[in-house]
Structures are given as C-alpha cells and as structure tokens.
C-alpha cells in the first residue's frame, strides 16, 4: 500500500491532492484580422493574470485572418499559444478548426475581444470536476455602462443564453454532437443552434457566474452585418427541428413594436437619444428577418420540387 493517499489525506494541502483534482482545459479563441483586440486577450491569460496553473491549461488560437499579422505576433510576444490557420468560413467552421487542435479534457472558448478574469479558468476547471457536467457558460460583463444607444455588447448576468464567448463544454461530447453548425457563415446563430442541440439531448447547461468575462462595447455595425443576421435566420429556419415558429410579417411588426416600446424608448430617455439613428438599424431586424426566412423556405420548396419532378422523369415508366 502506497503512503501517498494516507499523506494527502492527512495533509489536504499537498501537491498530490492538486494534482488529482486539476483538470486539463484548452482555451479556444477564433479571430480574423483583430491583432490589437488579441493582444489584449491574450495578457490576460498569462499565468501572472489567472489562478488556474499554467501547466494545466493550453490557449489555441485559430486564425480567420487574411494576414499573418496575428501568428507573427504569437511568435514574438506568446510562444506558449498555439497557432492554427482558420477555414476563412466564417466564425463557427474557425471555432471547429480550433478545437480539433485542443488536446484539454475541457474546451473554453472565448472571443478574441473578451477579457477574462481571474478566476475564469478555475471556476470552469472547479465545475467539470464533476463527471455528469457536459457544459456550462459563464457570466459575461460590460466594461462600463452604456453611453449611447448605438452600443453593444452580448451580456449574459443570469444564464440561459450559451453566448459562444464564454462558454466551457466537455471535448468528447463536443466532437460527439459535431460542433458548431458550419453552414453559419456569421457570428450570429450558431450559439443558439449549438445550445438547443444540446438541451434536446436533456443535458443541462450550468450557469457560472465567477466564470467572468469583461466584453467592451462596441459601436453596433453597419447594414452589412445586419444583413448577415437577418440571413442566418434564414439559414437556422431550415434546420429540423428549428424553435422558431413560422415567419409571420404581422408578428415581426408586432415583435418590432414590442422591442420600440420595451427597449428602444427606455433607453432613449436614459441616454438623452445619443446614437438613437444608427439604434433604430435594429428595430428592422425581426422584419429583414422574416424576409430573409420566408425566402429559404421558398427557396427550399422549390428545390424539393425540382428534385421530386427529376426523380420522375428519371423513373422507369
């Protein structure tokens, strides 16, 4: 009979009970062309920013860049962070490239503008100890209050929205459910869809609020990105299974309505209407989505009826 388990019972402080309870964690950080916003990431992963152990911890970066500005970077300032060349897919087929790379018995993922905290790792690392945890989010935080109405940031303060930056989720069951949905060519939809996935399955989802991020806000973005929301609707309606109901124009006014009266006004008497003109791009997504959906299901009607009419003319009289 060995003396070390009779030690470390005797001595709760001792190396060989921390190792026994460490567990290994990769953290997961998909960027495109945000060298600076990396950076920033990065620092606070270091081993002097986290009260996790280093050694039990490895940092992937995946980059969607069209630049080797961020793996020269990682070379000179992080040697310690791995380096993997995204898909140029968008944000979840780089999310995947990542995690194939990740070794950890947990995967961490982050965004590359985020801010971890210190105890982020270690309260991640503290809740997977338990075997029957599949996977968890954390809290995320803005880094002041708002200033503007044109400005945003995804929180997350109480749970239940498995916002892709900052969420921790067991690798064997990730490569065993596939991962992030790459037909997402954006960052919008994918969390949702990899969260119902999940809860479908019946597992459940931990809320961590000492998994801490600080996401700083962000000026809300141009048509253009609008338009890539509006469209992932289009893309997540055609998922079996999908938790939307079908698109309605009289519900999206309503919806439209409803986000004016509750969120739009509200802050437009806190802030005094600064930004309130690029604020108001918003008011038109459940409208430009319901567009957007309608559409791929015609889209994808049609094609089914191509198939069905090819299929017959192929069949033998």
């Known amino acids: 009979m060995t003396l070390l388990p009779w030690f470390a019972s005797c001595n709760p402080g001792s190396n060989y009970i921390i190792r026994k309870a460490r567990m290994n964690l990769s953290v ?26 280093r050694q039990n911890y490895t940092i992937i970066v995946s980059d969607d860049g069209r630049t080797s500005l961020a793996r020269t970077a990682l070379a000179g300032e992080f040697p310690d962070v791995t380096w993997v060349e995204g898909p140029r897919r968008g944000p979840a087929a780089n999310r995947n490239t990542g995690a194939a790379a990740a070794r950890g018995d947990v995967l961490v993922f982050l965004d590359d503008d985020c801010l971890p905290q210190p105890e982020l790792l270690s309260a991640y690392a503290a809740a997977f100890t338990d075997p029957a945890l599949l996977a968890a989010e954390g809290r995320i935080r803005a880094d002041r209050p708002h200033q503007r109405m044109d400005e945003e940031a ?36 994918e969390d949702v869809e990899l969260q119902e996935r999940i809860l479908k399955l019946g597992v459940e989802i931990l809320f961590l609020p000492e998994a801490l991020v600080i996401h700083p806000l962000r000026l809300i973005r141009g048509w253009g990105f609008l338009r890539k929301r509006a469209e992932a609707h289009g893309i997540y309606i055609l998922i079996p299974g999908c938790c939307l109901p079908p698109p309605s124009y009289r519900w999206a006014v309503w919806h439209t309505l409803r986000l004016f009266r509750r969120q739009f006004m509200p802050r437009f008497i806190q802030l005094g209407g600064r930004g309130a003109y690029v604020s108001c791009r918003s008011l038109t997504l459940p409208i430009w989505s319901t567009w957007c959906m309608k559409k791929a299901l015609r889209q994808a009607k049609a094609d089914q009826s191509r198939m069905s009419t090819a299929h017959q003319q192929e069949s033998p009289s």
């Open 28 to 53: 997961v950080i998909p960027t495109c062309d945000r060298p600076v916003l990396l950076r920033a990431c990065l620092l606070q992963l270091q081993a002097s920013a986290q009260t996790y152990p």
């Open 154 to 189: 995804p929180l997350n303060e109480t749970g239940g929205v498995f916002w892709s930056c900052n969420i921790g989720i067991r690798r064997d069951f990730y490569v065993k459910i596939g991962g992030f949905d790459e037909r997402f060519p954006a960052a919008a939809m």
